[in-house]
């Protein structure tokens, strides 16, 4: 699966952003997509996640009410929608693809920077 993500960039806090992960090689009904995130000197948060076959999404506590999942089968792509960003919101996103019989995920896209000022 290679997993190519988009959409990073510069924003104000209180604002949006949505982020983008094309997904080829492979047909995603049997696959997890998350996204997750590192910033400067942290270790990698996950993010959120869904089940592609059915839609079914988990949230971090961090970013639950404020981030929302949604895929587009036909595209074979998913999406971050993130509203209401802050500060601590900066940091590089990472998508990553799971299959269901694997036991961690084990693609990953490039990363792409979010960097929200104050």
């Known amino acids: 699966v290679q997993l190519q993500a988009s959409g990073g960039g510069v924003v104000q806090a209180g604002g949006s952003l949505r982020l983008s992960c094309a997904v080829s090689?492979?047909?995603?009904?049997?696959?997890?997509m998350a996204w997750f995130r590192q910033a400067p000197g942290k270790e990698r948060e996950f993010i959120a996640s869904i089940l592609w076959s059915v839609g079914r999404t988990v949230y971090a506590d961090s970013v639950r009410g404020r981030f929302t999942l949604a895929r587009e089968k036909v595209k074979n792509t998913l999406y971050l929608q993130m509203n209401s960003l802050n500060t601590e919101d900066t940091a590089i996103y990472y998508c990553a693809a799971q299959h269901r019989a694997a036991a961690d995920y084990d693609s990953w896209g490039q990363g792409t920077l979010v960097t929200v000022s104050s």
């Open positions: 090689g492979r047909t995603l009904s049997n696959y997890v």
